[in-house]
Each structure stands twice: as structure tokens, then as C-alpha cells.
């Protein structure tokens, strides 16, 4: 078998994708493309997809997915927001603020994952109906403007701090990879996330409780929903009620060109920053090239499409070699 085929089987598309995408975004770009700066700032802009593919993962791991986070990522950022502003003192603000948007996306988490966990409703169904629930409490309480008047350390702290010269969102989303490479990696939980995913019945018959590990799934998601939001929030300095709108694409997308199976139980997180890192080099490659907002949205869509035929085609060359 050649190294080609068996790097394929072991990660997936993703290294062929971004060696060609690397070459066509260099050549493309008119010398813009591979500069310091531009990916400084792709780093930061990853940072956030970065977080969130994390929480993603974590779902799909165990057989499911989570629509919800982008709207929910909206309504952290209109809480946050609103939380802040009705406080006078800035540090309670901030710190209210901050508790009250996590708190806000993990409940969110809570109620998909009690729903999918206990009354065994779809994913689809629930992440999906709540989606629309995020969505339109983002709307109401915000009245569909965004939200100014935050104190300005938050900006300066979460959206544009530097710590030893390194920006604070980025060294967040790595306190955030390397979370779950140990929960994943050195924990019980993570052995039963991959057990529940790969086989559910036999881990049923093994005695892991589905119930309670499907359900603490969704909740890490909501969490890291949650940080994505805040975390957000601060780099736009305001209360975004239409903020992450292509969050639930992107994130599926990245965590399966990462190698994480739609079909649960397999996939790694570094592989899964590795796809967060690629929508983002796609987008800033395709905005350095002129591509229409529209165009783009085309090219995501048909990404995820290839992305999910790779991974069939992935699954069943392994299962051929077993």
C-alpha cells in the first residue's frame, strides 16, 4: 500500500487539501498571501472556530452533532453584552458579563444534551429546533441591534490583549487543545466518548453509562460555545445578536476534514484545529482573491459535501483492510 493511501486512511483529506490550497492561494494572491501579517491574522481568526470545532468534536465523537452553536454563540454574545451594561463598576461587569454568557450556552448544551441523552430525541431535531430558540431569543432581547457601550477593558483584555507578545485569544484556544487532548487522551471520559461513538450497544453491554457520557458532551460544547462567544463579543467590542451564523457549517466541516468520523468514535483534536485552520486559510485565501461573500458560501457548502464523501471513502478503505 503506498504512503499516499495510508496517510489518506490515517488523517483523512485534510494534509492534500492544504498542500493545494497552500499552491493556489500563493500563486493566486498576488504575493499577499504568504506574509507575516496575513497570518497573524489568520491565527486570530482561528482562534475562535478553533474553540469552537473542539466543543464540536466532542459531540460528534459520540455519534451526534450540535446546530445550535452558532445561534447559541449570538446569544452569549447579546447576554454578555446586556449583563455588562447594567452593571456600573467595569470589573463586575466584565466578570458578570463573562459568567453570564458561558452560563448563558451551557444551559444550552444542558437542554440538548438532556433531551438527546434521556428522551433519545435526533440530534438533528433538537440542536436544530434549538437553533431557532437561540436565535430568536438573540433577537428579542437585543431587539435585533447590536449592543455598544462595554467597558473598554473587556476589548482590551479578550479581543486585542497581548501576553509576552502573544495574543490572548490564541493562547486561550491553546489552553483549550491541550484540555481536551487530556480529556480525550488521559481520561476515563474520553475512552467512553470514543466507546459510545465507535460501538453504542457494545458499550452499553460494557456497563459505560451512554446516558450520562452523551449528555456530558453536550455540555463541554455548550461551554466552549460559551467561551467562543464571549471571546467574540470582546473582539467586537459590542453584542452581536447575528453574530457566528456559519459557525454550525464550518466547525462540522472542520472537525471532519480533520478526521473526525460523522459516525462517531474516531478523530483526534489536533486534527480537528488542523480543519479549523483550513476553513480559515479558505476564507482569507478566497477574500485575498476578491471571491464574492456569496461565492464563498458555495464553496463552504460543497467542502462539507466533500469533506463527508472523503470520510465514506476513508471508512471503507479501513474497513477493507481489516
Given at each position: 500500500m503506498?504512503?499516499?493511501?495510508?496517510?489518506?486512511?490515517?488523517?483523512?483529506?485534510?494534509?492534500?487539501?492544504?498542500?493545494?490550497l497552500?499552491?493556489?492561494?500563493?500563486?493566486?494572491?498576488?504575493?499577499?498571501?504568504?506574509?507575516?501579517?496575513?497570518?497573524?491574522?489568520?491565527?486570530?481568526?482561528?482562534?475562535?472556530?478553533?474553540?469552537?470545532?473542539?466543543?464540536?468534536?466532542?459531540t460528534?465523537?459520540?455519534?451526534?452533532?450540535?446546530?445550535?452553536?452558532?445561534?447559541?454563540?449570538?446569544?452569549t454574545?447579546?447576554?454578555?453584552?446586556?449583563?455588562?451594561v447594567?452593571?456600573?463598576?467595569?470589573?463586575?461587569?466584565?466578570?458578570a458579563?463573562?459568567?453570564?454568557?458561558?452560563?448563558?450556552?451551557?444551559?444550552?448544551g444542558?437542554?440538548?444534551?438532556?433531551?438527546?441523552?434521556?428522551?433519545?430525541?435526533?440530534?438533528?431535531?433538537?440542536?436544530?429546533?434549538?437553533?431557532?430558540?437561540?436565535?430568536?431569543l438573540?433577537?428579542?432581547l437585543s431587539k435585533?441591534?447590536?449592543?455598544?457601550?462595554?467597558?473598554?477593558?473587556?476589548?482590551?483584555?479578550?479581543?486585542?490583549?497581548?501576553i509576552?507578545?502573544?495574543p490572548?485569544?490564541?493562547?486561550?484556544?491553546?489552553?483549550?487543545?491541550?484540555?481536551?487532548?487530556?480529556?480525550?487522551?488521559?481520561?476515563?471520559i474520553?475512552?467512553?466518548?470514543?466507546?459510545?461513538?465507535?460501538?453504542?450497544?457494545?458499550?452499553?453491554l460494557?456497563?459505560?453509562?451512554?446516558?450520562?457520557?452523551?449528555?456530558?458532551?453536550?455540555?463541554?460544547?455548550?461551554?466552549?460555545?460559551?467561551?467562543?462567544?464571549?471571546?467574540?463579543?470582546?473582539r467586537?467590542?459590542?453584542?452581536?445578536?447575528?453574530?457566528?451564523?456559519?459557525?454550525?457549517?464550518?466547525?462540522?466541516?472542520?472537525?471532519v476534514?480533520?478526521?473526525?468520523?460523522?459516525?462517531?468514535g474516531?478523530?483526534?483534536?489536533?486534527?480537528?484545529?488542523?480543519?479549523?485552520?483550513?476553513?480559515?486559510?479558505?476564507?482569507?485565501?478566497?477574500?485575498?482573491?476578491?471571491?464574492?461573500?456569496?461565492l464563498?458560501?458555495?464553496?463552504?457548502?460543497?467542502?462539507?459535501?466533500?469533506?463527508?464523501v472523503?470520510?465514506?471513502?476513508?471508512l471503507?478503505?479501513?474497513?477493507?483492510?481489516?
Amino acid at each position: 500500500m503506498s504512503t499516499l493511501k495510508q496517510l489518506f486512511i490515517k488523517v483523512g483529506v485534510l494534509p492534500f487539501l492544504l498542500v493545494a490550497l497552500l499552491i493556489l492561494f500563493s500563486l493566486a494572491g498576488g504575493g499577499r498571501f504568504m506574509t507575516l501579517s496575513n497570518m497573524l491574522t489568520m491565527s486570530r481568526q482561528a482562534t475562535y472556530l478553533a474553540i469552537l470545532t473542539a466543543g464540536q468534536m466532542l459531540t460528534i465523537l459520540c455519534a451526534g452533532f450540535d446546530l445550535s452553536v452558532g445561534a447559541s454563540v449570538a446569544l452569549t454574545s447579546v447576554v454578555t453584552s446586556m449583563t455588562m451594561v447594567a452593571f456600573p463598576s467595569p470589573v463586575a461587569a466584565m466578570i458578570a458579563g463573562i459568567l453570564a454568557g458561558i452560563a448563558t450556552a451551557t444551559l444550552i448544551g444542558v437542554a440538548n444534551g438532556m433531551t438527546i441523552a434521556v428522551f433519545r430525541v435526533s440530534p438533528f431535531v433538537v440542536t436544530l429546533g434549538m437553533m431557532s430558540v437561540a436565535q430568536g431569543l438573540a433577537l428579542l432581547l437585543s431587539k435585533g441591534v447590536p449592543i455598544f457601550n462595554l467597558p473598554s477593558y473587556f476589548n482590551r483584555m479578550l479581543g486585542i490583549g497581548k501576553i509576552f507578545g502573544i495574543p490572548v485569544p490564541i493562547l486561550i484556544a491553546l489552553l483549550v487543545i491541550i484540555l481536551i487532548s487530556v480529556l480525550l487522551n488521559r481520561t476515563r471520559i474520553g475512552r467512553y466518548f470514543y466507546a459510545i461513538g465507535g460501538n453504542v450497544e457494545a458499550a452499553r453491554l460494557s456497563g459505560i453509562a451512554i446516558r450520562k457520557y452523551t449528555f456530558l458532551a453536550y455540555v463541554l460544547c455548550g461551554t466552549l460555545t460559551g467561551i467562543t462567544g464571549v471571546m467574540l463579543t470582546a473582539r467586537v467590542a459590542s453584542g452581536e445578536p447575528n453574530l457566528g451564523a456559519a459557525f454550525p457549517l464550518e466547525s462540522i466541516a472542520a472537525a471532519v476534514i480533520g478526521g473526525v468520523s460523522l459516525r462517531g468514535g474516531e478523530g483526534g483534536v489536533i486534527g480537528a484545529i488542523f480543519g479549523a485552520i483550513l476553513i480559515i486559510l479558505i476564507r482569507n485565501g478566497m477574500d485575498l482573491m476578491n471571491i464574492s461573500s456569496y461565492l464563498q458560501m458555495v464553496v463552504m457548502g460543497l467542502l462539507l459535501i466533500f469533506a463527508v464523501v472523503m470520510d465514506h471513502f476513508r471508512l471503507a478503505m479501513k474497513g477493507r483492510l481489516r
